[in-house]
């Protein structure tokens, strides 16, 4: 029996979705322990994601918020997450010293990559940059788009456009990188949400604005 994603992000629903799992490389957010099931292209993608940071950027530690419901349907504090496409996903930081840090929390970015809780982090433009090239460059899974506030956007596009391994993506970044038109500025965590699964035709909806 295949797993569904009913409807739309912001109206919609799942059946035989799959629980994300922490792991050595992933790490899940206290606050998001009910919310943990999506669509298992979504579920498969975020640990394919955190095992491949694992290894380009050793150390590193996937931290993920809310995905979906079990079923789905309505999720507090989200206009969307609701089809099990949707996944909320923790910036790297890094200290003031430049050393990787690992939380268990959300924590907001200015445009000069500073944080706005005066704790002296700093958002980490290079495995930040990799993880959305990650994104970008996965077979198994398509991703729709990645929210994320446009002062960290331009900051990412940048950073990229200064390294030449970086540059030849950052076309497609762009377009994979937005804003939403419909809720805060996501400074403080990525959106992630994966187009509708194959043999889905009828089934599943892409949503006609860019709203999270
Ligand atoms: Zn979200």
């Given at each position: 029996m295949m797993s569904l994603s009913v409807g739309s992000p912001a109206k919609g629903w799942q059946?035989?979705?799959?629980?994300l799992r922490p792991s050595a490389d992933l790490r899940i957010k206290p606050s998001g322990r009910h919310a943990m099931y999506g669509h298992p292209a979504?579920?498969?993608?975020?640990?394919r994601t955190a095992s491949q940071m694992r290894r380009e950027a050793p150390g590193a530690t996937l931290l993920v918020g809310d995905l979906s419901t079990e079923f789905g349907?309505?999720?507090s504090g989200h206009h969307s997450h609701q089809s099990g496409?949707?996944?909320d996903v923790g910036f790297f930081v890094v200290d003031s010293r430049n050393r990787p840090q690992e939380l268990d929390h959300f924590v907001a970015f200015d445009a000069s990559g500073k944080a706005k809780d005066g704790s002296g982090l700093r958002f980490d433009d290079?495995?930040?940059w990799l993880m959305i090239q990650m994104w970008l460059r996965d077979q198994r899974a398509v991703v729709k788009y990645v929210f994320v506030a446009t002062v960290l956007r331009q900051r990412l596009l940048d950073s990229a456009r200064r390294h030449p391994a970086f540059r030849k993506y950052v076309d497609s970044a762009a377009t994979l990188l937005i804003q939403p038109r419909n809720s805060s500025a996501?400074?403080?965590h990525f959106h992630v949400r994966i187009a509708c699964p194959s043999r889905h035709e009828g089934l599943c909806q892409e949503q006609g604005t860019v709203n999270d």
């Open positions: 059946r035989r979705a799959k629980k979504l579920v498969l993608m975020l640990q349907g309505p999720l496409r949707d996944a290079c495995r930040n996501h400074d403080d």
